[in-house]
């Protein structure tokens, strides 16, 4: 008999399963997580964990890998179609490291970078302070409107003040389509690299449900386990514009990759990336993507019928972003805790203009690819978001104070008070029921 993680590590393996009972008896709205299929489990629990491949098909530096060769072959071969691009690189390691490859890239330390900043919903990598990408480099920071959409006036003048070696279009909290065409122009004029982040939405963009960026930018980086429905994963991306800039581009992020910032790629997960993009070209990907924005613009729409403030109010895509400033500022924390008492996982988010700061936020993000993926539909996302408005008002009159030092303390005093609210119990139960009702990954033994 083969031995089995149940015996040989009953602790590893019981933390798995209790994992696992969370997720299918919880709704998971964080609007960056997915569910992915058995086939691409199947992948990244594969054997190809065991291999070595520094460097690129035909051009290793280990013997052996004639097999994995072929296998990164169709990974980019996949992506070029999925994503009309000319070139592909399927190895970043996430997200991350594929946006820290195009700075490399593009540009010198000490260079002009222009992104997203942060609180407006924009990605730590695209410049912020936090992040080496805003140490290493001049971040001049562009915003969103009151509004909340993207202020276009204020990044042409940034940009034809900074003149940018790089800029990015793409965030991690923005609910409107990204206006590629006119970041591609804005670009262009300052003789910029424009990079698209487009991380969140690269599922929605294979389905045609965004549109492209390819006509407008240089360079595209992805995640591959958001919309996309892959393994952690990164790629980056070269367009024909791209290389119409710069012949050499593509060489630059390859050489970024490896050698400078990644050693051997993880080739069981460059499998289960090539497995996924074969799952987003079948008809039933589109589909899926369709009701992913549908049921992210009934929610909007149940959440407001339910008194509930959104930034923009709606969305366009696959995420929503909820203002809790008419109940005061800093109260994503309490919602945050509140919803996951209700089996229901959201994060706490910044939103424009935050008049709180971003560790104690005053909003939340949601979003819908995972319900989506269990076959949730309109009717789910009309009842989840009278749930959500309701357990919202429970707790909408918890205060957060001013001093840093008591906020501990009333987090405490808080976690007691709603331990026992009964309307958040009464709909952990109905959640409960409603994920019975779609199941995920049924029967499913972790190990086989
Ligand atoms: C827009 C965007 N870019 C990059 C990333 C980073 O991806 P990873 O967490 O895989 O490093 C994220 C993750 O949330 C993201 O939202």
Same mark, same amino acid.
């Given at each position: 008999m083969m031995e089995d993680i149940s015996k040989t590590?009953?602790?590893?393996?019981?933390?798995?399963?209790?994992?696992?009972?969370?997720?299918?008896?919880?709704?998971?709205?964080?609007?960056?997580?997915?569910?992915?299929?058995?086939?691409?489990?199947? +992948?990244?629990?594969?054997?190809?964990?065991?291999?070595?491949?520094?460097?690129?098909?035909?051009?290793?530096?280990?013997?052996?890998?004639?097999?994995?060769?072929?296998?990164?072959s169709l990974a980019i071969e996949r992506a070029k179609k999925a994503f009309k691009v000319a070139h592909a690189n399927v190895q970043p390691y996430s997200g991350s490291p594929a946006n820290f490859a195009v700075y490399v890239a593009t540009c010198h330390p000490g260079d002009v970078i222009m992104g997203h900043n942060l609180p407006d919903g924009g990605h730590l990598t695209h410049g912020w302070k936090a992040s080496v990408t805003g140490q290493f480099y001049k971040s001049v920071p562009y915003h969103v409107k009151s509004d909340g959409y993207l202020d276009l006036d204020e990044i042409e003048r940034l940009a034809k003040e900074h003149k940018p070696k790089l800029m990015w279009v793409g965030a991690t909290a923005y609910v409107r389509e990204f206006p590629f065409e006119e970041l591609g122009k804005i670009a262009d004029e300052a003789g910029a690299y424009l990079a698209a982040d487009i991380a969140h939405i690269s599922g929605l963009v294979i389905a045609g449900v965004h549109e492209s960026p390819s006509p407008y930018v240089h360079i595209i980086t992805t995640t591959t386990h958001k919309t996309l429905r892959g393994p952690r994963g990164g790629m980056i991306m070269v367009t024909q514009k791209g290389l119409d800039k710069d012949p050499d581009l593509a060489n630059k992020i390859d050489r970024a990759i490896f050698p400078g910032l990644q050693g051997g790629p993880h080739d069981h997960t460059?499998?289960?990336?090539?497995? +996924?993009?074969?799952?987003?070209?079948?008809?039933? $990907?589109?589909?899926?993507?369709?009701?992913?924005?549908?049921?992210?613009?009934?929610?909007?729409?149940?959440?407001?019928?339910?008194?509930?403030?959104?930034?923009?109010?709606?969305?366009?895509?696959?995420?929503?972003?909820?203002?809790?400033?008419?109940?005061?500022?800093?109260?994503?924390?309490?919602?945050?805790?509140?919803?996951?008492?209700?089996?229901?996982?959201?994060?706490?988010?910044?939103?424009? +203009?935050? /008049?709180?700061? /971003? $560790?104690?936020?005053?909003?939340?993000?949601?979003?819908? /690819?995972?319900?989506?993926?269990?076959?949730?539909?309109?009717?789910?996302?009309?009842?989840?978001?009278?749930?959500?408005?309701?357990?919202?008002?429970?707790?909408?009159?918890?205060?957060?104070?001013?001093?840093?030092?008591?906020?501990?303390?009333?987090?405490?005093?808080?976690?007691?008070?709603?331990?026992?609210?009964?309307?958040?119990?009464?709909?952990?139960?109905?959640?409960?029921?409603?994920?019975?009702? $779609?199941?995920?990954? /049924?029967? $499913?033994?972790?190990?086989?």
């Amino acid at each position: 008999m083969m031995e089995d993680i149940s015996k040989t590590d009953p602790e590893v393996y019981n933390l798995i399963k209790k994992e696992l009972k969370r997720q299918q008896l919880g709704l998971e709205m964080i609007p960056s997580e997915n569910n992915v299929s058995r086939m691409v489990l199947q +992948a990244m629990g594969s054997i190809l964990t065991n291999k070595y491949s520094e460097g690129y098909p035909q051009k290793r530096y280990y013997g052996g890998n004639q097999f994995i060769d072929e296998i990164e072959s169709l990974a980019i071969e996949r992506a070029k179609k999925a994503f009309k691009v000319a070139h592909a690189n399927v190895q970043p390691y996430s997200g991350s490291p594929a946006n820290f490859a195009v700075y490399v890239a593009t540009c010198h330390p000490g260079d002009v970078i222009m992104g997203h900043n942060l609180p407006d919903g924009g990605h730590l990598t695209h410049g912020w302070k936090a992040s080496v990408t805003g140490q290493f480099y001049k971040s001049v920071p562009y915003h969103v409107k009151s509004d909340g959409y993207l202020d276009l006036d204020e990044i042409e003048r940034l940009a034809k003040e900074h003149k940018p070696k790089l800029m990015w279009v793409g965030a991690t909290a923005y609910v409107r389509e990204f206006p590629f065409e006119e970041l591609g122009k804005i670009a262009d004029e300052a003789g910029a690299y424009l990079a698209a982040d487009i991380a969140h939405i690269s599922g929605l963009v294979i389905a045609g449900v965004h549109e492209s960026p390819s006509p407008y930018v240089h360079i595209i980086t992805t995640t591959t386990h958001k919309t996309l429905r892959g393994p952690r994963g990164g790629m980056i991306m070269v367009t024909q514009k791209g290389l119409d800039k710069d012949p050499d581009l593509a060489n630059k992020i390859d050489r970024a990759i490896f050698p400078g910032l990644q050693g051997g790629p993880h080739d069981h997960t460059t499998a289960a990336i090539a497995v +996924a993009l074969e799952e987003s070209s079948k008809p039933e $990907f589109k589909e899926y993507c369709k009701q992913i924005v549908n049921n992210s613009k009934e929610l909007a729409k149940s959440l407001m019928e339910n008194g509930i403030k959104l930034v923009t109010n709606g969305t366009d895509n696959h995420m929503i972003l909820i203002d809790l400033t008419p109940f005061g500022k800093g109260k994503g924390i309490f919602v945050q805790e509140a919803l996951d008492l209700a089996n229901i996982t959201t994060n706490k988010n910044t939103i424009p +203009a935050d /008049p709180s700061s /971003p $560790f104690y936020p005053s909003g939340v993000r949601l979003g819908t /690819p995972s319900l989506t993926t269990r076959g949730m539909q309109e009717k789910e996302m009309e009842t989840i978001g009278k749930w959500i408005s309701e357990i919202i008002k429970e707790v909408k009159d918890f205060e957060l104070p001013d001093n840093k030092a008591e906020i501990g303390n009333c987090l405490k005093h808080f976690k007691e008070s709603i331990e026992h609210n009964k309307r958040i119990h009464e709909i952990k139960n109905h959640v409960v029921e409603l994920c019975r009702k $779609f199941p995920m990954y /049924p029967s $499913f033994d972790i190990l086989r």
